[in-house]
């Protein structure tokens, strides 16, 4: 049986090569024969399974007759293929160039149960997360189909908590491909369902632990957050962060408040590149009035954190603060902070951050 199936492989390999559309017509009812046995060849048929495969790439990529009919068994060979023990980059390739065949097919049907489930295992495999194929793959899943872009979310959310650190950030770039990607209802998903609701899960997250869930939601965020060069990208966190970050800032709760005070840290400055001078002055102004009020806050790890931030912001930002605030700042920290009596830590925070300010050659 294996002997037969590799003559056909060579016979259909022989015609695609042909570019002859009539000729392939002919042969379409022996592609969707083939089609049907895909999943029940046995291991010992491996070889022959993955030829028959890259002949149904080929029929899809080069638009042969009644393509569609190799779709439903090859994309669930495909992702197997990257998900078994030794896999390689290259097989993501390959699922990476068939991925518009995956398009076609019913994401609302349960006849894609599977699928999904294959889909949403790809997100925790870390061949995906540590390669820029794998993550490029990654961010495509987020525009399969709405209810999927939920689940796709949410299998992340649920692996942030206990996954490697440096997947954090590989993370953080596939939620902004897809950002940066999509359009219409998938960019109004990708922006309220998933970046909102981690944001507004970093600020509202548990800080206990030598590495605490806000810290790794903040190293998700973070990635976002460095890429302000991207055309809407400050805009879109000002606008997603504004009902989140303010009110969180003043909450009763010592952790939400800490939180929010790392996050606006982080992505320090918001500004709205649609507003005029004016307001973006405005804009900026409040958020130092925030910084400055972290240091009279009643919760010393807040006071700390407020220090380490204003040195973080004017470290970075000096040229472009007005001497003004450069001033207010400074004068708060040498005249007050230092002589913070109920907490050393506090203390210990200034000189620390008035070094980072030094190493700024600008400062």
């Not at 010592?254 to 996050?263: G, W």
Request: proline share 5%; charged share 20%.
């Amino acid at each position: 049986g294996v002997a037969i199936l590799r003559g056909f492989t060579a016979l259909l390999n022989a015609i695609i090569n042909l570019n002859d559309t009539g000729k392939a017509a002919h042969c379409a009812a022996v592609i969707e024969l083939l089609h049907g046995i895909l999943p029940l060849i046995p291991n010992s048929g491996q070889d022959v399974q993955n030829s028959i495969a890259k002949i149904f790439e080929k029929w899809w990529q080069n638009e042969l007759p009644q393509r569609e009919c190799v779709v439903p068994h090859t994309v669930p060979y495909l992702i197997i293929k990257t998900l078994v023990q030794g896999s390689v980059v290259s097989d993501i390739n390959r699922l990476w160039a068939f991925r518009q065949a995956v398009l076609i097919l019913d994401f609302e049907d349960t006849s894609c149960d599977h699928l999904k489930s294959l889909l949403l295992q790809c997100l925790i495999h870390p061949l995906y997360i540590q390669t820029e194929e794998g993550r490029r793959f990654l961010s495509f899943l987020f525009g399969l189909h709405p209810s999927f872009t939920d689940l796709v979310h949410s299998t992340i959310k649920q692996s942030i908590p206990n996954c490697p650190r440096p997947f954090l950030e590989s993370y953080g770039e596939a939620y902004f491909r897809a950002w940066r990607s999509s359009a219409g209802v998938y960019l109004k998903k990708i922006e309220n369902d998933c970046i909102q609701d981690l944001m507004h899960h970093a600020v509202h997250a548990q800080r206990s632990g030598p590495f605490s869930l806000s810290q790794a939601l903040l190293k998700v965020l973070g990635f976002l957050h460095q890429q302000k060069v991207c055309r809407g990208m400050d805009s879109m966190l000002l606008r997603l962060y504004d009902p989140i970050l303010w009110r969180a800032l003043k909450v009763a709760n010592v952790a939400v408040r800490a939180n929010a005070a790392s996050v606006m840290i982080d992505a320090f400055p918001l500004q709205n590149p649609d507003a005029t001078r004016e307001e973006n002055d405005e804009l900026l102004q409040k958020q130092i009035n925030v910084l400055l009020d972290l240091l009279t806050d009643p919760a010393p790890l807040i006071r700390t954190m407020g220090v380490a931030g204003i040195c973080r912001v004017m470290g970075i930002y000096w040229e472009l603060m007005p001497s003004a605030v450069l001033q207010t700042l400074l004068k708060r920290l040498i005249k007050d902070m230092t002589w913070d009596a109920s907490s050393s830590t506090v203390r210990a925070a200034v000189f620390q951050g008035l070094s980072f300010v030094v190493e700024n050659p600008l400062g």
